[in-house]
């Protein structure tokens, strides 16, 4: 239940307490270790109040007593009593699923990641085998996890619209999935029950970078995830804008070239046709069975061909579009885009001066991803440990623990 539900349904001091100590936990999530001096300025409560919740957070084994956080002090240069995340506290699983291979990981609070493991995934294989493989992945990044550290949940990315009032896979192109449950898929190959949340890869990237990547303190930032598709996630006002379905950002499909490619959406000339995963191995004469390793072989060029310059600068004409559109403080570019970037970013920069207003224009700056391709996995942690933040004693009540020995024996 959401703090403004449960505020419109009248509050109570449990309530609150609960409040506080899910908003404290998210402080130290981001910072990943703060004094209390620090906690008490941020969250504008009393001294004591803070020591009771720090100390609350402590006896659930989510994070402990440091004595003294470098630089953090109060009054007649006292050392702040610090908290840090505890090292074998609560974890969740992040999934990121691209077109041709999966990564899982085990994240804890603070995004760290505890363990991970990646394989490959064929983009013509059923949505069970998919998630089959995911499965086994899990039970590999889970072998080594305390047996008292309580599995929060799973967050799982994917490259495509995904339904937010159930996360119902509704379109997943590349990998040929209509109306897929894919978190129910991967629930039952594991034989678990945990809650399980999903959503696009572009919009988890935006908010992995906002939250720990390029655009911390950005409120205003949009991710673009060049893959083999291409959408956008956007953060405004430092809210995740969703859409009235969740399917908001599909940037990949706006009309870019009347007299262009036909796009799988049955529209011809999208901006994804101009300078998606299949338009950037044509401009560098990749073959097509290749597109999914595309940032590897650009990792490879050290100078661009004529194609792929000519790629840059359509690149820059849409992200111009969404310059317009939504006014960013900052837009980070990621997938295939994170490698392109260094290779044509002259032609990037000169299509969006050339097609962007002049006064969007001024205050927008592009960033490569904070996080490297780690952006995606990463938010996918992040909306799997946020019941953490809402209310931290019942997203324990409803974690699971000894997770080891359920699914690997
Ligand atoms: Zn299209």
């Known amino acids: 239940m959401s703090p403004q539900r449960r505020a ?22 981001g910072a990943g270790h703060t004094s209390r001096a620090e906690l008490t300025s941020l969250m504008g409560l009393n001294r004591s109040t803070i020591a009771g919740l720090a100390g609350e957070l402590e006896s659930l084994g989510i994070s402990e007593h440091t004595t003294a956080v470098g630089g953090a002090r109060q009054g007649a240069g006292r050392p702040s009593a610090g908290v840090r995340i505890a090292p074998d506290g609560p974890y969740v699983i992040a999934v990121d699923l691209g077109v041709d291979r999966a990564v899982v990981a085990r994240v804890g609070l603070g995004g760290r990641v505890l363990e991970r493991a990646q394989a490959p995934v064929h983009s013509d294989g059923e949505a069970w085998q998919v998630g089959a493989a995911v499965a086994a992945l899990i039970r590999r990044v889970v072998e080594g996890a305390p047996a008292t550290a309580p599995l929060v949940g799973i967050g799982i990315s994917v490259p495509g619209l995904v339904r937010r009032s159930d996360g119902l896979v509704r379109l997943a192109p590349n990998l ?33 970078e906002h939250v720990r990547g390029a655009g911390v303190g950005v409120d205003d930032l949009i991710y673009v995830s060049g893959n083999v598709g291409v959408g956008a996630g956007v953060i405004a006002g430092g809210v ?22 036909p796009c799988h959406c049955g529209n ?38 004529r194609e792929l310059r000519a790629t840059g600068t359509a690149v820059g004409h849409g992200l111009a579009s969404i310059v317009n559109t939504f006014n960013p403080r900052m837009i ?12 044509v970013g002259a032609e990037v920069d000169a299509g969006l001066a050339d097609r962007a207003l002049p006064a969007p224009l001024e205050s927008v700056t592009l960033a490569l991803p904070g996080l490297g391709s780690d952006s995606a996995l990463l938010g996918a942690a992040e909306i799997a440990l946020d019941p953490l933040f809402v209310d931290p004693v019942a997203a324990l009540g409803t974690a699971l623990v000894d997770v080891r020995s359920r699914l690997v024996g």
Not at 8 to 29: C, D, F, I, K, P
Not at 284 to 296: G, R, T
Not at 332 to 343: D, E, I, K, T
């Open 8 to 29: 419109g349904l009248g509050t109570n001091q449990e309530a609150v307490r609960r409040h506080n100590l899910g908003t404290m936990l998210r402080h130290v999530h």
């Open 332 to 343: 980070v570019l990621g997938g295939y885009f994170r490698v392109l970037y260094p290779l």
């Open 268 to 305: 011809l000339g999208c901006w994804e046709t101009e300078v998606g995963g299949h338009a950037i191995a044509e401009a560098i004469h990749c073959p097509p069975d290749k597109v999914a390793q595309l940032d590897e072989v650009l990792e490879g060029f050290t100078v661009p061909t």
């Open 176 to 208: 040929e999935w209509h109306d897929v449950s894919f978190g129910g898929i991967v629930l039952a190959a594991l034989g678990l029950d945990v809650p399980v949340s999903i959503a696009n890869d572009a919009d988890l990237g935006a908010l992995a």
């Open 240 to 261: 995740r804008l969703e859409g009235a379905g969740g399917y908001a950002g599909e940037v990949g499909h706006l009309r870019f070239n009347p007299q262009g490619r």
